[in-house]
Each structure stands twice: as structure tokens, then as C-alpha cells.
């Protein structure tokens, strides 16, 4: 079974610009979560998706925002981009939170603004 | 909301000794602690986990021990390879919430 992938793996963007990242889970998998992993503030949760829904939610700006495909496929967008959102940014899938603990992780996206 | 403190950021262990990393965690809430390595441009990978209801679980050379009372856990590495050195996370939710909180990392390097 495939695992967790992200698109792209590598980017580079200008400030004031956005982006969108993706994921695609775990086949069977329904829940995908979002988190950012910098030098500075390590490992942090920005949000998980549900069956289309967002269901929880970590402190970040509403610059940051995410939605679910149907498939339950995953993107991420964030906008007007700051030089402190560079950072990997990793996303992980459960199959059925309901049922199941684990997270699998993706390889993450490493986003860099200049 | 939840904090997990994790000690020590830096471990250096010679090959076939044994390593210990420990976490402590704030939410009583808190029922399920996993634990990941990271390798070098690689995204975390699930290693072990526990639950609250369970003391200690093995999987060949790991071993998690979970002390509720003091609300603290280890991961315990035994006879460690060159292939075990890579960044480690421990972290904290409870069941139904997908938010994982992550102790600081662990640099475990193994010295041939």
C-alpha cells in the first residue's frame, strides 16, 4: 500500500505571494491532518480534515487554510506569505479517527519565501 | 492545552548500548503517546505507541513505558545500531482528537 505523498516536495515563492500544497492520504484512509515543522517552534499542528470537514484547528493565522476532497485528497493554501512561513510542512492520515490512533506521515513540502 | 517537555535534544550512545528518551506531558485528557523518528529529509515515521490503559509496550528492540500518575513516558532503544541515529518525537493527544503535540526532539547519534 502506498503511503502518504506530498506535491510538490520542494518550493520556493516571493512574499505577498500564495501557495497551495497537496496531499493525497493513505488509500482508505479519511483523515488528514496538516502540520508546520521549523527549527525555531519545532512540530505544530495547524489543522485536520474529516470527511470534507474541518474539525480541529491549531493557532495559526487565518492566512492558513485547508480543504478536503471527497476522495479525501488534501490541500492547503497559504496566503499573503511572510518570510517566517518558510518551513516544512508535513501532512499526515488516519484511517478512522473513531477506531484508529495512528497518523501516517507524508515526506512534507519544504516551503521557502524570500 | 497540552505541553510535552522532552529531555535530553542531544544523546550519543556507542553501538549495542542502550538509549533513553523522556517526555513528560501536562493534560491528564491525554490517552495516546506516540513516538517518531525522523531520518534526514524524510517526514516522521510511527516507531511505537501506547495507551493509557497499557504500562509498557515492546517491539523488538523498543520498548515504551508509561507512568500516568507522574504523566510521564520513555522510549527505551536496546543493543543500538548506526542505522537507530536520527531525530525522535514523542507526543501527546487523546482519542477523538487528531491534534498531536510534539515534545522538542531528540538527536540520538550512534557511535560505531
Known amino acids: 500500500k502506498a503511503g502518504v505523498t506530498q506535491t510538490p516536495r520542494y518550493l520556493i515563492k516571493t512574499r505577498g505571494q500564495q501557495v497551495t500544497l497537496s496531499c493525497s492520504p493513505i488509500?482508505?484512509?479519511?483523515?488528514v491532518s496538516w502540520y508546520q515543522q521549523t527549527p525555531g517552534q519545532g512540530l505544530q499542528f495547524l489543522f485536520e480534515y474529516f470527511s470534507e470537514t474541518q474539525r480541529n484547528k491549531g493557532n495559526f493565522p487565518g492566512r492558513f487554510s485547508g480543504r478536503q476532497f471527497s476522495n479525501s485528497r488534501s490541500e492547503m493554501n497559504v496566503s499573503t506569505l511572510e518570510l517566517g512561513d518558510s518551513a516544512l510542512y508535513l501532512c499526515?492520515?488516519?484511517?478512522?479517527?473513531?477506531?484508529?490512533?495512528?497518523?501516517?506521515f507524508g515526506p512534507g513540502t519544504r516551503l521557502t519565501v524570500t | 492545552g497540552e505541553n510535552v517537555e522532552q529531555h535530553p535534544s542531544t544523546l550519543s550512545v556507542q553501538e549495542g548500548d542502550s538509549a533513553v528518551i523522556k517526555c513528560t506531558y501536562s493534560d491528564s485528557a491525554s490517552n495516546y503517546f506516540p513516538w517518531y523518528k525522523q531520518e534526514l529529509g524524510k517526514g516522521p515515521q510511527l516507531i511505537i505507541d501506547?495507551?493509557?490503559?497499557?504500562g509498557e509496550k515492546k517491539d523488538q528492540r523498543i520498548a515504551v513505558t508509561l507512568n500516568k500518575t507522574a504523566k510521564h513516558f520513555s522510549l527505551h532503544i536496546t543493543e543500538t545500531q548506526p542505522e537507530d541515529s536520527a531525530v525522535y518525537f514523542c507526543?501527546?493527544?487523546?482519542?477523538?482528537?487528531?491534534?498531536?503535540?510534539f515534545g522538542t526532539g531528540t538527536r540520538l547519534t550512534i557511535i560505531p
Open positions: 499526515a492520515s488516519t484511517w478512522d479517527p473513531a477506531v484508529s490512533y495512528e497518523q501516517y
Open positions: 488509500s482508505g484512509h479519511r483523515s
Open positions: 501506547i495507551r493509557s490503559n497499557v
Open positions: 507526543a501527546a493527544s487523546w482519542f477523538g482528537n487528531e491534534k498531536l503535540t
